[in-house]
């Protein structure tokens, strides 16, 4: 279900300023967006039946759309609204979580940030990685130091026909930086959340042809 190119947008309610949440992410899938996950992290992060109300609107919408919609970590929430995938941060990696995600059919993504992480990852199941954060970013206070593309070549290299997904601080300026270097996708947040263009933002974060000489 991640194919090249995948613009994966990912969002929470704390992502977006003087805007309402669900009408941001229904401009960024008019606008193109190939895959959306919910995020709600920080402190004024939804929870209980609000959240559960909320996952359920953002997951209407994307059917509305046919893209596909993954939760952020948050089992409880995966159970009782049944989307198309979950994704864990490497923090949250555990053998029954996943376990748990493999025998409710949901897709799983895992984020990695090394060669071995990303080994055990694919040997344990995972359908696709989550590799940054590439550049500096300010969106995940949490992303740790940027490692550049360097990692996500060399994955790409050793297991080609796992999709990769770049993340962290990537947007229009960069986004060919990240394709070149074998990318299934690019996840963004603040690029699309904030953005005063979304149309403009998801159509500059798709590969150039001419620049990457090859399409997945």
């Given at each position: 279900?991640?194919?090249?190119?995948?613009?994966?947008?990912?969002?929470?309610?704390?992502?977006?300023?003087?805007?309402?949440?669900?009408?941001?992410?229904e401009?960024?899938?008019?606008?193109?967006?190939?895959?959306?996950q919910?995020?709600?992290?920080?402190?004024?992060?939804?929870?209980?039946?609000?959240?559960?109300?909320?996952?359920q609107?953002c997951?209407?919408?994307c059917?509305?759309?046919?893209?596909?919609?993954?939760?952020?970590?948050?089992?409880?929430?995966?159970?009782?609204?049944?989307?198309d995938?979950?994704?864990?941060?490497?923090?949250?990696?555990?053998?029954?979580?996943?376990?748990e995600?493999?025998?409710?059919?949901?897709?799983l993504?895992?984020?990695?940030?090394?060669?071995?992480?990303?080994?055990?990852?694919?040997?344990?199941?995972?359908?696709?990685?989550?590799?940054?954060?590439?550049?500096?970013?300010?969106?995940?206070?949490?992303?740790?130091?940027?490692?550049?593309?360097?990692?996500?070549?060399?994955?790409?290299?050793?297991?080609?026909?796992?999709?990769?997904?770049?993340?962290?601080?990537?947007?229009?300026?960069?986004?060919?930086?990240?394709?070149?270097?074998?990318?299934?996708?690019?996840?963004?947040?603040?690029?699309i959340?904030?953005?005063?263009?979304?149309?403009?933002?998801?159509?500059?974060?798709r590969?150039?042809?001419?620049?990457?000489?090859?399409?997945?």
């Amino acid at each position: 279900m991640i194919t090249r190119p995948s613009i994966y947008f990912i969002m929470g309610t704390n992502d977006v300023e003087n805007e309402e949440p669900l009408d941001v992410l229904e401009e960024a899938l008019q606008s193109g967006i190939t895959h959306f996950q919910l995020r709600e992290k920080g402190k004024r992060a939804l929870q209980g039946s609000e959240l559960v109300a909320f996952a359920q609107s953002c997951q209407r919408l994307c059917k509305c759309y046919d893209v596909p919609f993954f939760i952020n970590d948050d089992l409880d929430l995966a159970r009782t609204v049944q989307p198309d995938g979950v994704h864990l941060g490497q923090e949250d990696w555990n053998d029954r979580m996943k376990d748990e995600i493999r025998e409710s059919g949901f897709l799983l993504g895992r984020s990695v940030q090394s060669l071995q992480e990303a080994e055990e990852a694919i040997l344990k199941g995972a359908d696709y990685l989550g590799i940054g954060s590439i550049f500096p970013t300010r969106s995940k206070p949490d992303a740790g130091q940027a490692i550049g593309t360097s990692l996500l070549q060399e994955v790409h290299q050793r297991f080609p026909d796992i999709p990769i997904i770049g993340i962290g601080g990537i947007d229009s300026e960069n986004a060919q930086l990240v394709w070149q270097a074998g990318a299934a996708g690019v996840a963004v947040i603040s690029c699309i959340s904030r953005s005063s263009d979304r149309r403009k933002v998801v159509s500059e974060l798709r590969p150039r042809e001419v620049q990457t000489g090859w399409m997945r």
